[in-house]
């Protein structure tokens, strides 16, 4: 965390201490600076809380804080609307702080549950239950539990796991491995004994050439082919073998 | 003690949650529920009147055994047992709002938060206190979550209908939101907050 | 019962071994291992007077409560249907690429997770949920999983042709499907998503 002296309209409130850890998101942090002035939720001060809010998050570095951001461009938005002038008796002129507002007071709703919940834990957690259990009896084990939405929610926590880029690679040309092993196995065919020039087909490109060597490791390791050269830098044969009976 | 209770004390002493009076039933061909229930009386009675260092809970549609909560500093002091470790600020608010919605999708458990919820859904769902209980009929058909028996068993709830009623909570919502709500809302605010 | 009677029957309760009487003593810092013998004594007659179904004991030089052997028959006939066990997030993860992906090796799974398989494997193996279907013909002839009859059985369904949304799943959890294939991968994968 910065070490900077805060900024903006944070200077101005003493004894103002923030720390991100404390808040459960930007409505927290939100509910935080109204409490702190003592301000109404159905009357917020745009302006001044959207300047501060952007003092905080900009004093805490907040990086990871895209649900922060969010809520300051809502914020500055907000405060550019409440600029917009208008006839105070116009009619049908909804506040545009009305959405935050309800927002605000849900929030604020589901933190004192949450807060209810803390205290009935803190009681219940008072209360130890058996830990030492001496052989457990014998039970048949249980039967499993597995539905398909289970099994569906995996495989889109898979699927949204997985690298996008690996998704979305096309390759042009794909090695075609299965194409030069049939070529090489039909050449053996006719002839005992092919060169490796023979095995690469007519006009061979990169991808053929190495194809082909593929093909001709696997070939040779399944044991229907050998592969020899009788001098360095020679030209490489490629002799047919009978297949291995066990294979 | 009669042979049944002590039969169920015996069988709550040596299971690690709780059981139910179905459950408890099993433990004799010839006992009623309503035989269950006396017995399950009689024990507690026993249990706090001999003022033993247990007693007898209901929670989570059963009935446990667990230390008096007056000895808890003792036992943790002693360091025979840690207390169990507490919940975070997300994730108590996230079982707030599924608690109360359930069953609940992950976009409305955001929205009312205000961030995302995807790592706490996993560690409530890792330990063991909501769980997938279908899916909506809504756009992508998102999965929908709920609390387990084991969320009751964390409060020592007996059932759901244990928590606060909306009309209990400090800050009532009016059903349509913000348009309704005045200057009484803020101070129901303010209060709940001290 | 005594204060410190009361308080060794909660930590004999509740802690996860057997305790020693010196162990004891440290409940309260004014007992002295004479008090806690006294206390232990005045335990094991309340527990054995009051014919509970729990007794003390003593054994490997500590002290334990446990429940009376004469007891044992009838809660092991009992029904107490132990919690039903869920598979973890990793298990289903690795499961749901078995089912849509099979024959499959522990290679191509680990490559989609992103974390290695070995230990999720055997348990999903020990669980009768995935079986070893043939080997590989890659290097190193690896082991190729698929699922079992019991798997179908515990989703009810026929077979595997009935997994929802079979043929756009099976595309998309193939790692290296979209390296050799086209746009219309691509396209399902992002319609698999929505």
């Known amino acids: 965390m910065t070490t900077d002296a805060p900024t903006i309209a944070l200077g101005a409130t003493p004894g103002f201490v923030v720390q991100l850890d404390r808040f459960n998101g930007p409505l927290d942090l939100l509910l935080h600076l109204l409490r702190e002035q003592q301000i109404e939720i159905s009357d917020i001060p745009i302006a001044q809380i959207a300047d501060q809010f952007l003092g905080v998050i900009h004093e805490l570095g907040l990086n990871q804080a895209a649900d922060y951001l969010d809520m300051a461009s809502r914020l500055v938005r907000l405060k550019a609307q409440m600029l917009l002038p208008r006839r105070s008796e116009e009619e049908g002129w909804e506040d545009p702080r009305a959405e935050l507002v309800r927002r605000l007071l849900e929030y604020q709703q589901i933190k004192e549950i949450a807060l209810w919940l803390q205290r009935q834990a803190d009681r219940r957690a008072l209360q130890f239950a058996r830990a030492f259990l001496p052989a457990p009896p014998e039970l048949p084990p249980p039967p499993l539990e597995l539905d398909i939405v289970e099994l569906l929610a995996a495989v889109e926590r898979v699927i949204s796991g997985i690298p996008s880029p690996v998704l979305h690679r096309v390759v042009a040309r794909p090695l075609n491995v299965e194409g030069a092993t049939m070529r090489i196995e039909t050449l053996l065919q006719e002839s005992a004994e092919i060169s490796f020039r023979e095995a690469l087909g007519p006009n061979p490109t990169i991808v053929d050439v190495l194809s082909t060597l593929l093909a001709l490791l696997e070939l040779a390791r399944r044991g229907l082919l050998r592969v020899a050269q009788d001098a360095p830098f020679a030209a490489m044969v490629i002799r047919r073998e009978s297949p291995l009976a066990a294979d | ?194």
């Open chain 2, 1 to 194: 003690m009669n042979p049944l209770s002590q039969l169920i004390e015996a069988a709550l002493f040596s299971a690690p949650r709780p059981l139910t009076a179905e459950e408890l039933a099993t433990l004799d061909a010839d006992a009623s529920l309503a035989d269950v229930r006396a017995a399950l009386d009689e024990l507690k009675e026993l249990l706090d009147f001999g003022q033993h260092g247990v007693e007898l809970v209901e929670m989570a549609g059963g009935w446990q055994i667990l230390t008096r909560p007056s000895l808890a500093e003792a036992i943790e002091r002693a360091q025979f047992t840690a207390r169990t470790p507490r919940l975070t600020g997300a994730a108590l608010e996230t079982l707030a709002i599924i608690s109360y919605r359930q069953p609940v999708g992950r976009a409305e458990i955001e929205e009312i938060r205000g961030v995302s919820a995807g790592g706490v859904l996993r560690s409530l769902q890792e330990r063991g206190l909501i769980e997938v209980v279908g899916r909506s009929e809504a756009l992508g058909r998102p999965l929908l979550y709920g609390t387990t028996p084991s969320f009751l068993e964390l409060l020592g709830l007996r059932d759901l209908a244990d928590l606060p009623r909306a009309d209990e909570l400090m800050i009532a919502l009016h059903p349509h939101g913000a348009a309704a709500t005045g200057p009484d809302d803020a101070a129901a605010y303010v209060e709940a907050e001290s």
